[in-house]
């Protein structure tokens, strides 16, 4: 099994920037896709971003391209959401997925095996 922790979330002002961490313990694998999810209250899980194994392929919701910038540490198993500029409707509970064996990004969530418990991010107006 593999255990995902996420950290860095709270409360935030509209503009201001915030950065996500998830760490990757327990059974190791040698090639793993990471992404970022959020859901809203009321809504679906939506997809966030995603960055391959060796970090060479990322990919972005349109919602949050040019804001917000996904990077991975793989000695540390750790990826990063780094959150600039957001926007009250960036307000949700963020999770980080991982993919065993990917060789792409994907962006839907049936595609990744593990998922973390989620840190809840509020940007006030």
């Known amino acids: 099994q593999v255990q995902l922790v996420e950290s860095g979330g709270g409360l935030v002002q509209a503009g201001g920037s915030l950065r996500l961490s998830c760490a990757a313990s327990g059974r190791t694998f040698s090639r793993y896709t990471m992404g970022w999810f959020r859901q809203a209250p009321g809504k679906e899980r939506e997809f966030v971003a995603a960055i391959s194994w060796s970090g060479g392929n990322t990919y972005y919701a349109d919602s949050v391209k040019g804001r917000f910038t996904i990077s991975r540490d793989n000695a540390k198993n750790t990826v990063y959401l780094q959150m600039n500029s957001v926007k009250p409707e960036d307000t949700a509970v963020y999770y980080c997925?991982?993919?065993?064996?990917?060789?792409?990004?994907?962006?839907?969530?049936?595609?990744?095996?593990?998922w973390g418990q989620g840190t809840q991010v509020t940007v006030s107006s």
């Open positions: 997925g991982y993919g065993v064996g990917r060789a792409y990004v994907p962006s839907n969530g049936r595609e990744y095996d593990y």
